[in-house]
């Protein structure tokens, strides 16, 4: 099945720095890669995709480009923001005969300071 | 916008209860899941739907039991609710796309079980 060793939290950051999180993967074929995220008190909810090598996915600022060869989907933000702050899981996601796999990495919290 | 609605964000139930979680989505999504979210553990994903009265045990379904009478609606199920099933569960669909369709995820239902 399915794995993704994603950047251990929590991380802090002040207001306008630059972010890494980074996520390593490993699933068969060629799995569509996700990252969601999480505010408080709410369910996850789609950041952004990618679902070929080479694709990048961007989103409100976020990006991240799916590398095949090392197996990678790290998210970035130039310069984050207070409103920034939230949980972040990386997913890849494969199919094939009728089945799914949907499989999340332990999400990493973010907290962004003035 | 796909809208998940799980009936309720907080219940309080007491061991050895049968526990109903409710689960409603609006935009016809063949496929239907139930996940549980842990602290230091992320998500861990307890049954899924692909079509009504359907229904695949995940990587954690002792304890659990689902229903899925119609499309839009996938219940979760504690036949007898324990303690170590206090946790947060998150609902979630997508349609029957493949692997590059997002999940929508609920807002989350909070469960403690005294």
């Known amino acids: 099945g399915n794995s993704v060793t994603q950047m251990e939290g929590p991380v802090t950051l002040s207001e306008e720095a630059f972010l890494t999180i980074n996520c390593t993967y490993t699933a068969t074929g060629c799995p569509s890669l996700f990252w969601y995220v999480q505010y408080p008190g709410e369910g996850l909810q789609l950041l952004l995709k990618?679902?070929?090598?080479?694709d990048k996915g961007s989103n409100k600022g976020f990006e991240a480009t799916y590398r095949k060869e090392t197996t990678s989907f790290h998210l970035e933000k130039g310069s984050v923001q207070v409103s920034d702050s939230a949980v972040y899981f990386c997913a890849p996601h494969t199919s094939g005969a009728g089945s799914y796999q949907l499989t999340f990495g332990k999400g990493t919290k973010l907290s962004v300071i003035p | 916008d796909v809208k998940v609605t799980q009936s309720s964000r907080y219940l309080v139930k007491r061991t050895g209860e049968k526990v109903f979680l409710e689960c409603v989505q609006d935009?016809?999504?063949?496929?239907m899941f139930w996940y549980r979210q842990d602290p230091g553990l992320g998500l861990r994903l307890i049954y899924f739907s692909y079509d009504v009265k359907m229904k695949e045990k995940g990587d954690i379904p002792e304890g659990y039991s689902v229903s899925r009478e119609k499309k839009e609606r996938f219940s979760l199920i504690l036949e007898s609710a324990s303690t170590n099933q206090t946790s947060m569960y998150l609902c979630a669909s997508t349609p029957w796309g493949g692997q590059s369709s997002p999940l929508h995820f609920g807002n989350g239902t909070r469960l403690t079980v005294t």
């Open positions: 990618a679902t070929k090598a080479d």
């Open positions: 935009m016809d999504h063949e496929n």
